[in-house]
Protein backbone atom coordinates (compact mmCIF):
# COMPACT_ATOMS: atom_id res chain seq x y z
CA UNK A 1 0.00 0.00 0.00
CA UNK A 2 2.81 2.64 1.10
CA UNK A 3 5.62 1.40 -1.24
CA UNK A 4 7.93 4.31 -0.82
CA UNK A 5 8.18 3.13 2.40
CA UNK A 6 10.81 0.50 0.37
CA UNK A 7 12.42 2.91 -1.39
CA UNK A 8 15.78 3.41 -0.21
CA UNK A 9 16.41 7.25 -1.48
CA UNK A 10 13.43 7.72 1.45
CA UNK A 11 14.92 5.89 3.92
CA UNK A 12 17.73 8.23 3.13
CA UNK A 13 15.58 11.42 3.04
CA UNK A 14 14.39 10.52 6.49
CA UNK A 15 18.15 10.29 8.07
CA UNK A 16 18.98 13.60 6.18
CA UNK A 17 16.00 14.73 8.02
CA UNK A 18 17.27 13.35 11.60
CA UNK A 19 20.37 15.00 10.62
CA UNK A 20 18.93 18.38 9.96
CA UNK A 21 17.06 18.30 13.01
CA UNK A 22 20.10 17.64 15.28
CA UNK A 23 21.49 20.53 14.05
CA UNK A 24 18.95 22.64 14.27
CA UNK A 25 17.24 21.72 17.79
CA UNK A 26 20.23 24.16 19.00
CA UNK A 27 19.51 27.59 17.54
CA UNK A 28 18.53 29.39 20.23
CA UNK A 29 17.57 32.72 19.18
CA UNK A 30 14.43 34.17 17.78
CA UNK A 31 16.11 34.77 14.80
CA UNK A 32 17.92 31.66 14.30
CA UNK A 33 14.35 29.82 15.11
CA UNK A 34 12.75 31.64 12.08
CA UNK A 35 15.79 30.15 10.05
CA UNK A 36 15.42 26.57 11.47
CA UNK A 37 11.46 26.69 10.67
CA UNK A 38 12.22 27.46 6.89
CA UNK A 39 15.39 24.54 7.15
CA UNK A 40 12.64 22.12 9.19
CA UNK A 41 9.69 22.90 6.22
CA UNK A 42 12.24 22.19 3.44
CA UNK A 43 13.51 18.98 4.71
CA UNK A 44 10.27 17.91 5.65
CA UNK A 45 9.66 18.62 1.94
CA UNK A 46 12.29 16.75 0.53
CA UNK A 47 10.64 13.41 2.27
CA UNK A 48 7.18 14.29 1.73
CA UNK A 49 7.27 14.87 -1.87
CA UNK A 50 9.40 11.23 -2.37
CA UNK A 51 5.70 9.52 -0.45
CA UNK A 52 2.91 11.57 -1.82
CA UNK A 53 4.73 10.98 -5.72
CA UNK A 54 4.72 7.40 -5.19
CA UNK A 55 1.10 7.44 -4.66
CA UNK A 56 0.80 9.23 -8.50
CA UNK A 57 -0.54 7.32 -11.41
CA UNK A 58 2.18 7.72 -13.82
CA UNK A 59 5.86 7.86 -14.12
CA UNK A 60 5.67 11.34 -15.48
CA UNK A 61 4.14 12.83 -12.64
CA UNK A 62 5.93 10.67 -9.86
CA UNK A 63 9.74 12.27 -11.33
CA UNK A 64 7.57 15.97 -10.80
CA UNK A 65 7.50 15.14 -7.07
CA UNK A 66 11.16 14.22 -7.35
CA UNK A 67 11.70 17.18 -8.52
CA UNK A 68 10.52 19.16 -6.01
CA UNK A 69 11.90 16.83 -3.68
CA UNK A 70 15.30 17.81 -5.26
CA UNK A 71 14.70 21.60 -5.41
CA UNK A 72 14.21 21.23 -1.40
CA UNK A 73 17.55 19.44 -1.19
CA UNK A 74 19.13 23.10 -2.53
CA UNK A 75 16.69 24.90 -0.56
CA UNK A 76 17.84 22.68 2.79
CA UNK A 77 21.82 23.68 1.55
CA UNK A 78 21.47 27.45 0.86
CA UNK A 79 19.56 27.72 4.36
CA UNK A 80 22.50 26.16 6.38
CA UNK A 81 24.92 28.35 4.18
CA UNK A 82 23.25 31.21 5.38
CA UNK A 83 23.57 29.61 8.77
CA UNK A 84 27.07 29.34 8.32
CA UNK A 85 27.00 32.94 7.61
CA UNK A 86 25.82 34.31 10.25
CA UNK A 87 28.11 32.01 12.82
CA UNK A 88 25.14 29.63 13.66
CA UNK A 89 26.91 26.63 12.50
CA UNK A 90 30.14 25.80 12.04
CA UNK A 91 32.44 24.79 8.79
CA UNK A 92 32.68 21.23 10.05
CA UNK A 93 28.53 20.37 9.83
CA UNK A 94 27.77 22.74 6.91
CA UNK A 95 30.72 20.23 4.66
CA UNK A 96 28.90 17.40 6.93
CA UNK A 97 25.64 18.63 5.51
CA UNK A 98 26.68 18.93 1.92
CA UNK A 99 28.14 15.97 1.72
CA UNK A 100 24.93 14.04 2.80
CA UNK A 101 23.09 16.60 0.73
CA UNK A 102 25.38 15.95 -2.72
CA UNK A 103 24.43 12.12 -1.99
CA UNK A 104 21.11 12.73 -1.95
CA UNK A 105 20.46 14.83 -4.72
CA UNK A 106 22.47 11.86 -6.61
CA UNK A 107 20.00 9.14 -5.06
CA UNK A 108 16.84 11.70 -6.05
CA UNK A 109 18.40 12.12 -9.52
CA UNK A 110 19.31 8.69 -10.38
CA UNK A 111 15.83 7.40 -9.32
CA UNK A 112 14.11 9.74 -11.20
CA UNK A 113 16.59 8.55 -14.47
CA UNK A 114 15.28 5.03 -13.49
CA UNK A 115 11.71 6.24 -13.97
CA UNK A 116 11.98 7.21 -17.39
CA UNK A 117 13.58 4.11 -18.45
CA UNK A 118 10.28 1.94 -16.74
Known sequence: MFRFKNFKV?????EFCAFCENVIKNF????????????????LSITLNIAEG????????????????????HEVVAAFDIALE?????????EELETKAESLCKQINGFRRSLLKS
Open 10 to 14: YKDAK
Open 28 to 43: SSQENRALASQIRSAY
Open 54 to 73: SSCDSDKEFRRFLEMSLRSV
Open 86 to 94: LGIIDVKIQ
